[in-house]
């Protein structure tokens, strides 16, 4: 349908409106990755920040919100004294030890 004919439609009142919209598919929506209520904020960033971000996000093969989300939780943490270290922060941690260093 062109989009004067929905404009119609709608200005039209009636039920013209809701019969166009219930004789369209439903909109896939993308699953919420948590059962916790979210609030989303706005953040400006300078554009080679936001690119280093998402590149980070990349190399983990998670979103960029999800990445800032873990940093700011793990920055939160810090301050309760209840710090969150990731899987992949310990591994390295270990790996490292278990190298010979140079004397």
Known sequence: MHRDEAT???HGGGDAFADLIDETSPAQLPTPDTDVPMVSRSV???????ERVRD???????????L???WIEAGLADL??????SLADVRRALASLSRPTAA
């Open 68 to 70: 800032m989300r873990q």
């Open 8 to 10: 119609k439609r709608f």
């Open 80 to 85: 309760d004294d209840s710090a969150t270290v």
């Open 44 to 50: 400006r960033l300078p554009l080679e920040t936001y």
């Open 56 to 66: 980070a996000a990349d190399a983990r093969g998670i979103g960029v919100t999800t």
